[in-house]
């Protein structure tokens, strides 16, 4: 079975703070995602990356980084932590083609006071 | 921009009903898939669908691909209380990086 996990499920921060979301795979899959999903907003993307080292910007990057410095790993940065990214944040990952079934963690609920 | 609508966002149902939630786009899709997630928990993967026309069944859901491979639909018979949650529908192909077109998901709640 494909294992995703995330570093954290429940997760308080200040406003201000720095704030690592970690995600690790064990398939081996080359392309990892990080989303939020808000009532009534659905799932958005906020950055994908599709090798080590290599990242995109989804539909949400702003206040957001990312890393990937190994292929397992992927890491959602929040460089200063604001009350409007208090949020239900997911990783996910997949093999692509050719049925690009993603593959997801259990969720880290953010919220920043 | 390629979308996915899903209906109805919300579904509120007695037990042993039957139901049918659909996902439509103007955009062909190479798959679909479908997720369901619980609440406080990540979206798991119930089913994909590759080919136009095709028929899945899992138990009592059975799931159809359009054969323009631009819909699909999801069809629970006899719901029961477990059936609860957040249903998802996501096509993929659009790109070779693996991302996905969401629908905005479909709550369903069977009561007792």
């Known amino acids: 079975d494909v294992k995703v996990t995330q570093s954290s499920r429940y997760l308080v921060k200040r406003t201000g703070e720095k704030v690592f979301l970690e995600c690790v795979q064990d398939?081996?899959?080359?392309?990892m995602f990080w989303y939020r999903q808000d009532p009534g907003l659905g799932l958005r993307l906020i950055y994908f990356?599709?090798?080590?080292?290599?990242?995109e910007k989804g539909d949400i990057p702003e206040g957001y980084s990312v890393s990937r410095e190994k292929k397992e790993r992927f890491s959602l940065i929040l460089e200063s932590a604001s009350t409007n990214q208090t949020s239900m944040y997911l990783c996910a990952s997949t093999l692509g083609s050719p049925s690009y079934e993603q593959y997801f963690g259990p969720g880290t609920r953010l919220t920043v006071t | 921009t390629q979308l996915l609508e899903q209906s109805p966002q919300f579904l509120s149902i007695q037990e042993g009903e039957n139901l049918t939630v659909y996902c439509n786009s103007s955009?062909?899709?190479?798959?679909l898939q479908w997720y369901r997630q619980e609440p406080g928990e990540g979206p798991v993967l119930l089913v994909t669908v590759v080919t136009g026309g095709e028929v899945k069944k899992l138990k009592r859901l059975t799931f159809q691909f359009g054969d323009a491979r631009k819909d699909s639909s999801l069809h629970i018979t006899a719901a029961q209380p477990g059936d609860t949650g957040l249903y998802l529908c996501?096509?993929?192909?659009?790109?070779?990086?693996?991302?996905?077109?969401f629908g905005q998901g479909t709550t369903l709640q069977v009561k007792p």
């Open positions: 955009s062909v899709f190479s798959s």
């Open positions: 398939m081996d899959h080359e392309n």
């Open positions: 996501a096509g993929g192909g659009s790109s070779n990086t693996g991302k996905l077109i």
């Open positions: 990356s599709y090798d080590v080292k290599m990242k």
